[in-house]
């Protein structure tokens, strides 16, 4: 070793190493740059609404914390006893909602309920779960966590981590041996998992290098077999392994997907014409308060969340005599899963939480305007506290807009014989909010779509670049044993490793008030009597209700279809019909790993797509609280298995839409989207058809439009 | 009974009933008012590119028969002898495709293979399947149908049916003991399917009626218990049951849904402005020869077919040497079976199959323009043969347009830290070809989607008319016996009865040539080996190629999941991967009907959601070429009990899309549309992403619009 580690800790620490921190992308962005509030001008797309922000008051009972509210909590934590001495790092700090008949008892112009805050932050070793009243000043509960889990690591944790890496011979020496220049080493940290009582009691990092050489796209040039395990109390290596010297690095050839470098190069990449969804009379939708949306017949509230990503509450549609009926009180993505498939030392414990572990909102970088969301979008900004408890802003994280597809609301066309001439159709047009959290290399687009016919469509979309793997076959043909293959080659040496994707909703749905049931509606074969007809067999609609959570634990089967009912038994239709929405999947995929399996114990939300909860504000998030190395302890499944009554009770519904993923060269250097969604569809809420009345579109309702290059 | 029958006769034949013909409406529409081209002036919607086909050539070898042909066609049959004393009734009168090698061999500028007509006629009891060459001007074959399986009916047939009917007194009793006025019955032709011997050896209809009073919405007034089933040749009644005098036709308040008429009508349907898709620099896409389109990298033919609806053919994509790549020879909805779960005497047999009963194209009536399909679509129209051999044009029944929605083609964000602050999104657009079906009550909305990214997405949307039941009951609470409702309540005295749809896609797929083999990539679950890993479990992606039939027969299984690739065993990626492409099902349904209920034989394609064969010409109908009371002995399952070889053959892919249907009052008077699709996408088909380089869009590509209303 030639270098003395003091220069090489220089060179990696202010210079050379990009330190992607994996979703704590706050921490080091504004937290190491000491600086709280980022400036306006870095960010390149406009910004609609976040003048206020400094002085912004919150205006409704479930609007996230402002700056000033930020602020204070700080002071707060500041003079409370235990943290005098040293101030905690702050891993999670947001609104603690008040109680849902607070909210629900709340009109506009009340005073709001009093405003409380959540916050989960670390010390000496010590988790501590903490509210603090921001009315009374003081912290009012501090409780310290005594079951698995550890929250999210902060940069300080992770700057550990890589100088304990940086201090160690074999480290330099495989970073050396493999022939990669330290200005190029580009390292980060995957989480961990929980995999039995050897790392239990140390909260550790497995850091992962890549070059970075001639592409910013690293992701395609891992440096493979390489691991490090730190643990970041003890400033120690638990472990490090190098197995891969004889693995080559990938080239970065054409892996760069930047326009402005790409532009030069020319293939047959297809052109299209520019095209826009234009609105001559504009948006039809209105942003109050900074968070209510109100759109056709839809009002709900919005708001960005460090954790969830996007949270939809109090989703309200318009009623025949004019009043908004509750549909859904809080609807958000709980927690996403992504076990990859490879045994392998270097790979097994590769199982992300990506909500629990690294934060969908965290994740969630400005949105690119015109690519990733529509002109006329509305852009709504996050803000967070950093890991030092100051705020901050991460502009343009979430858009709102209205969308036209082309696609037919309802038609019928009658022959244009005597009597009945009829060609009846009536365009779609949609309300959408979209977010999307980069965590780490994918990108996972999440879109909230609201139908004037009541119905919402939740998408998940999935781009980004590949967890790839290094590998000496160049093509398959030189592949001696494909049992050494976790997934198909999609370019020279890089291996595309299976993998899932797993992304729990949940539900908190409120048909016409709080208290619902969970029905399945069994489309069951019934064989006719002889005589009875002609016909053999029908189907049948047999509907029962779930007594308790049990029944409610549903695994989907196409050759034993049902419907999956909530509904107000209070409430009925006109006809005597309960009043419910339906949930409706599209394509999915489930988890078949063992179901004692490590990853699949703390994501055992995914041994069913279906559940059903009692409302019960400590269960959120469906792998748990704490869930960096948690065991699994505070999931759904654990909640669940008490087996509660759900029936006419505040329920919850949580829906789990899957993704199997075997790569191909086509997802190399980054994948085109793949998509999937599912529905919350009325059923007998509505008298009748809600949108019968609905306006075609005539020709003098559309815009005049010209180039702009003819201006 | 006072009114003479001849008064009647003329009353119903002349002035009052509707008869909607269920499908044969251009034989109705044009035949019987002797107008074989219908007028211009008569279409509302304006016509692109229809000025010509007065004098069309064909320009292709796959372009459809046009009128000049046409009209050889009816003079070749004229002349044709077994003809001579009795024009046979045209059933289905189209284009007798080349042979593949033929179409493949040719290249614009060469002459056309012969031009042969393919022409289902009925005379004397006997079905005709006749070959037409129009080059030798001669009748090259004629083979007279010996198995089961009548054409669909003619007009006439359904006249006779009617004049039978209504000579009958007890039809006449029981309308006029429903205080029906003859002014207001419309009475409707259901297909009967084929349940036992009792029907055999008869060409049968079974009439249903219903009440047009107050509404031209008369499916939802069903006059209930009342069918006849009348032998067309024979022109007897074969049965006539009236069970249900004491139910009464439901209302028809609020059912009817034209717009002019439920303007006046104020509810609080919501509003939206009015959106369009703008293109300053206009479509990107051009048809060339009438049927040739080509857009961004894909080209392929078009056209509107009698019996399919859309047939895409030579589908192609071009790769980066800039040459064009096969992906799909033809592509088409061969079969759309519908059964209804009502074991009833009145309801037993119904169990459509559109396409091969009622046709596809045959129902598709013109587009409604700025409604069906947004502005600057490209409308196309059906040159088709009526029932007498005469041309006639439906137009605009195909649309072609652009689609920009707002989503993500591709994206990556990265932490914008040091090194790298990269936020790339892209834009998707994609090619829709649409029609819709109106057969009845239904319209199946059909779109091919096609995208840069070489995927292309099938989607059917459901929306019109439930087919519905009347019944006794106002509401639930009076229902004494939920064993009667074959379905929910959907409005007073009305139960939307549960059914299923079920669309078979006929896939000829050509990766890169002709002979392509089918892979199923199971995944699959391994234990890891003791002390091999901390995890204990992981799935691995096992390929096995089919080799015969049977191992192609496919139910899909959420827990035992597979990739479905039709793959080019001599071609290979740049890495040595076969290039294919994969079937990619969504949101999807079974048919859970016994087996050997005479529905689910004659739609036994509907046994399995995939299947493969070997290329045969003569078997492109999945529910066979006859289907009017077939006894499904010309099936998908027929042919493909021989369990033929597929291995690196010239292979179809089947698909069946499925879809249950518990109705709900949402549902009522017209449906919502309701959707699902299925995707066939690249699999190491591309050597990298295709549209890597693809451009973003900028502000200075977008439009300068202002509302018409401002001009």
Chains 1, 2 share one sequence.
Not at 127 to 135: E, K, W
Not at 514 to 530: G, Q
Not at 623 to 632: I, P, R
Request: hydrophobic content about 35%; proline content about 8%.
């Amino acid at each position: 070793m030639k270098i003395p580690y003091c220069i090489q800790l220089f060179i990696i620490i202010s210079i050379a190493v990009f330190i992607y921190v994996y979703s704590r992308n706050q921490h080091l962005n504004f937290g190491c740059r000491k600086t709280n509030l980022r400036s306006r001008s870095t960010i390149d797309t406009p910004v609609h609404n976040s003048d206020h922000h400094f002085t912004d008051t919150p205006l409704h009972p479930l609007d996230p914390l402002t700056i000033p509210e930020i602020n204070k909590i700080r002071s707060i934590l500041s003079a409370y006893e235990p943290f005098s001495s040293s101030f905690p790092s702050i891993n999670t700090l947001s609104l603690d909602e008040p109680d849902k008949c607070q909210v629900l008892a709340w009109k506009p112009g009340d005073p709001l309920p009093p405003r409380r805050a959540s916050v989960i932050s670390f010390l000496d070793g010590q988790t501590h779960l903490l509210t603090v009243d921001l009315d009374l000043a003081v912290v009012t509960g501090d409780v310290v966590n005594v079951g698995s889990g550890y929250p999210m690591l902060t940069t300080e944790d992770l700057t550990t981590a890589l100088e304990v890496l940086l201090t160690n011979l074999d480290f330099n020496k495989s970073i050396l041996a493999r022939g990669v220049d330290f200005n190029d080493l580009v390292c980060i940290p995957p989480s961990s998992g929980w995999f039995g009582p050897d790392e239990d009691g140390k909260r550790i990092v497995k850091v992962q290098c890549f070059s970075s050489q001639n592409t910013p796209n690293y992701y395609m040039r891992p440096i493979e077999g390489l691991r490090v395990t730190v643990d970041v109390d003890k400033r120690e290596i638990v472990k490090i392994t190098d197995t891969g010297r004889d693995i080559p690095i990938p080239e970065g050839t054409n892996t760069d997907y930047r326009y402005t470098t790409r532009s030069p190069f020319s293939d047959m990449t297809p052109e299209t014409n520019p095209m826009s969804m234009e609105q001559p009379k504009g948006p039809s939708f209105t942003v109050e308060n900074g968070h209510t949306v109100k759109w056709a017949n839809w009002v709900f509230h919005i708001k960005p969340d460090i954790r969830a990503g996007i949270i939809i509450s109090q989703a309200m549609i318009r009623a025949e005599n004019g009043e908004y009926r509750s549909v859904m009180y809080k609807g958000f993505a709980s927690e996403l899963y992504v076990p990859y498939m490879d045994p392998d030392q270097g790979w097994y414990y590769k199982s992300y939480m990506d909500a629990g572990e690294f934060g969908l909102g965290a994740t969630a970088m400005p949105l690119v305007e015109l690519n990733d969301c529509p002109r006329y979008s509305y852009y709504m900004d996050g803000v967070f506290a950093s890991a030092d408890g100051r705020p901050f802003i991460q502009p343009n994280i979430i858009c709102i807009f209205e969308r036209f597809t082309g696609d037919i609301g309802w038609r019928h066309s009658e022959i244009p014989a005597m009597g009945f001439d009829i060609r009846e159709s009536r365009p779609k047009t949609t309300l959408v909010a979209r977010m999307v959290a980069s965590v780490g290399n994918y990108d996972y687009i999440f879109d909230w779509e609201f139908q004037t016919d009541g119905l919402i469509r939740i998408k998940v979309g999935l781009s980004g670049m590949l967890m790839v793997k290094a590998t000496p076959y160049e093509n398959i043909y030189n592949i001696s044993n494909t049992d050494d293959m976790s997934g198909p080659l999609v370019s020279e040496n890089v291996i595309g490793v299976v993998h899932d994707h797993f992304i729990s909703f949940h539900l908190d749905m409120d048909i016409d008030g709080p208290n619902n049931s969970f029905a399945e509606v069994n489309l069951v074969k019934e064989e006719t009597r002889p005589g009875q007809s002609p016909r053999k067999s029908y189907l049948k609609a047999i509907r029962k209700v779930a007594k308790t959570e049990d029944d409610a634990k549903i695994k989907l089967k196409l050759y034993d279809p049902s419907e999956f009912h909530v509904f107000n038994p209070a409430k009925r239709s006109r006809l005597g019909n309960p009043t419910g929405y339906k949930i409706v999947p599209g394509g999915t995929a489930a988890s078949l790993l063992d179901l004692d399996d490590p990853p699949q114990i703390r994501a055992a939300f995914s041994n069913n797509q279906i559940w059903v909860t009692p409302h019960n504000k400590s269960e959120e998030w469906a792998g748990g609280l704490l869930v960096s190395q948690s065991k699994g302890d505070d999931t759904l499944a654990v909640w669940s298995a008490r087996n509660r009554e759900i029936e006419n009770k505040d329920i919850v519904l949580w829906y789990t839409l899957g993704f199997h993923h075997i790569p191909c060269q086509e997802d190399f250097p980054v994948m085109p989207t793949v998509s999937s969604s599912f529905e919350l569809k009325p059923v007998n809420f509505f008298d009748r058809n809600p949108i019968l009345n609905a306006k075609p579109i005539f020709q003098k309702d559309l815009p005049v439009c010209s180039a702009t290059s003819s201006y």
